[in-house]
T-cell receptor, first 113, second 111 residues
Framework: DADVTQTPRNRITKTGKRIMLECSQT?????MYWYRQDPGLGLRLIYY???????NKGEISDGYSVSRQAQAKFSLSLESAIPNQTALYFC????????????FGPGTRLTVL | GQNIDQPTEMTATEGAIVQINCTYQ??????LFWYQQHAGEAPTFLSY????GLEEKGRFSSFLSRSKGYSYLLLKELQMKDSASYLC????????????FGRGTQLTVWP
């Protein structure tokens, strides 16, 4: 079984709809992250959480919110989706400390029409 | 902001050696990562450098010069399956584990 899972894997929605993307991990890591990836722009950090009670904004948090329901779960919400939020979204986890390697989920491809 | 630069595209032939460069200008540095990403898939960890010098791991090696803000990923004995995007990412260190990614280098390996 995969260590980091994301649901759904693909989603098509309409402008103005509320969308939630979910991430779960079985690695026992405290740290979790949400990124989006757009062609030519690379990975950009949306939000990150270093433990259940810690939530931090990343580079591009506007239009997004997150919830850290448990150590293993970190959800990303788009309250009112817009077309420029069409992207590939990745969740990642890390254990903290030096050499803090991040491990990525398989991604969610979101299309907002 | 943070500047992390790497070439957009590279091509090479099977069996060859290729070097992918990454330069960075960041306020703070606590290590540099290289990830491999096949089209439509998750990035996967390749290497981590925090001290100057070369780290070798099988066919892949990564080099770091902190004074020059420079790293490279060296891929030897290229195989078709090495065709992928290679991402350079810097840990600034102000908040350990928060990575800043370059835009990636798309490597195409030809037979």
């Amino acid at each position: 079984d995969a260590d980091v899972t994301q649901t759904p894997r693909n989603r098509i929605t309409k402008t103005g709809k509320r969308i939630m993307l979910e991430c779960s991990q079985t690695k026992g890591h405290d740290r979790m992250y949400w990124y989006r990836q757009d062609p030519g722009l690379g990975l950009r950090l949306i939000y990150y959480s270093f433990d259940v009670k810690d939530i931090n904004k990343g580079e591009i948090s506007d239009g997004y919110s997150v919830s850290r329901q448990a150590q293993a779960k970190f959800s990303l919400s788009l309250e009112s989706a817009i077309p420029n939020q069409t992207a590939l979204y990745f969740c990642a986890t890390s254990k903290g400390g030096g050499s803090d390697t991040q491990y990525f989920g398989p991604g969610t491809r979101l299309t907002v029409l | 902001g943070q500047n992390i630069d790497q070439p957009t595209e590279m091509t090479a032939t099977e069996g060859a050696i290729v070097q992918i460069n990454c330069t960075y200008q960041t306020s703070g540095f606590n290590g540099l990562f290289w990830y491999q990403q096949h089209a439509g898939e998750a990035p996967t960890f390749l290497s981590y450098n925090v001290l100057d010098g070369l780290e070798e791991k099988g066919r892949f090696s990564s080099f770091l010069s902190r004074s020059k803000g420079y790293s490279y990923l060296l891929l030897k004995e290229l195989q078709m399956k090495d065709s992928a995007s290679y991402l350079c990412a810097v840990d600034r260190g102000s908040t350990l584990g928060r990575l800043y990614f370059g835009r990636g280098t798309q490597l195409t390996v030809w037979p």
